[in-house]
Nanobody, 122 residues
Framework: QVQLVVSGGGLVQAGGSLRLSCAAS????????MGWYRRAPGKQRELVAA???????FYADSVKGRFTIRRDNVENTVYLQMNSLKPEDTAVYYC????????????????WGQGTQVTVSS
């Protein structure tokens, strides 16, 4: 069984910062990709940032230069440092672990953490 425990989120003013964290637990052998998605009201889910086990990084154009994703492969933890927040960043943010391999298994799975609300006021 794999669980993703998410912390962070909250209400901040425009220009402020927040840090999200997500820790994957269980009998995990490896995780291919860990990242963050978000969904704003009335909009489709968007991939915000992701990092592979080989440290390849992706950022959505809308957050480049403002958000930083960091990953600890030993602890299976991923962080999202969000700076210079804008009202447009308001959304529910989700942690994702893709290509999860469990010890003693050849199967791979996709797991999601609970959503955390990020609200940026103007």
């Amino acid at each position: 069984q794999v669980q993703l425990v998410v912390s962070g989120g909250g209400l901040v003013q425009a220009g402020g910062s927040l840090r999200l964290s997500c820790a994957a637990s269980g009998s995990i052998f490896s995780i291919d990709v860990m990242g963050w998605y978000r969904r704003a009201p009335g909009k489709q889910r968007e991939l915000v940032a992701a990092k592979t086990s080989g440290s390849t990084t992706f950022y959505a154009d809308s957050v480049k230069g403002r958000f930083t994703i960091r990953r600890d492969n030993v602890e299976n933890t991923v962080y999202l440092q969000m700076n210079s927040l804008k009202p447009e960043d308001t959304a529910v943010y989700y942690c994702n672990a893709d290509g999860v391999r469990l010890r003693g298994s050849y199967q791979r799975g996709d797991y999601w953490g609970q959503g955390t609300q990020v609200t940026v006021s103007s």
